[in-house]
Nanobody, 118 residues
Framework: QVQLVESGGGLVQPGGSLRLSCATS??????????MAWYRQAPGKQRESVAT??????NYADSVKGRFTISRDSAKKTVYLQMNSLKPEDTAVYYC???????????WGQGTQVTVSS
């Protein structure tokens, strides 16, 4: 069982920045064998993928390209989401997701609220 703990959410003004962190219980020797991802869910909307990273290959939703950056630190077993130029429509609960490559088992964190408002 993999545990994921997100942190770093909060209230920020439009145009501001936040960095989310996802600390994992994955051992550091297996960490790079996991696809890591950030999803978000706004009120009344479906959960959507924001960014993924497999090894060092990244992928982003069109809505966040050029503004968000996903990264991973194997020594710290942590995944980050740097969010710049935030917009009100980025307001959502952000969830960290882990899936070992080649499997279908998803692990989820509890989520962290991001609110972009003036």
């Amino acid at each position: 069982q993999v545990q994921l703990v997100e942190s770093g959410g909060g209230l920020v003004q439009p145009g501001g920045s936040l960095r989310l962190s996802c600390a994992t219980s994955i051992d550091m020797f297996s960490f790079n064998a996991y696809r890591m991802a950030w999803y978000r869910q706004a009120p009344g909307k479906q959960r959507e993928s924001v960014a993924t990273i497999i090894s060092s290959t990244t992928n982003y939703a069109d809505s966040v390209k050029g503004r968000f950056t996903i990264s991973r630190d194997s020594a710290k077993k942590t995944v980050y989401l740097q969010m710049n130029s935030l917009k009100p429509e980025d307001t959502a609960v952000y969830y960290c997701n882990a899936r070992r490559v080649g499997t279908i088992n998803d692990f989820w964190g509890q989520g962290t609220q991001v609110t972009v408002s003036s």
